[in-house]
């Protein structure tokens, strides 16, 4: 008798604090947002937090 395995793959997503550099606020900071990263595909959650580039460490 023989198992045959499916194609299921556990999934794993990519989860990171990123500064923001693509749109600057108004007092020219620059937001915090989550990336998450999923099957090739990307999403950003705004963090509502925002820092000046000089004070990101990447």
């Known amino acids: 008798m023989a198992f045959v395995f499916s194609n299921v793959l556990t999934k794993m997503a990519s989860i990171e604090v990123v500064c923001y550099k693509y749109k600057p ?3 020219k900071e620059f937001p915090l947002k989550i990336r998450i990263c999923k099957d090739r595909k990307t ?3 705004n963090l509502n937090v925002s ?4 004070h990101w460490v990447s």
């Not at 820092?51 to 000089?54: F, H, L, M």
């Open 25 to 27: 606020l108004k007092n």
């Open 43 to 45: 999403k950003y959650i």
């Open 51 to 54: 820092t000046k580039p000089e």
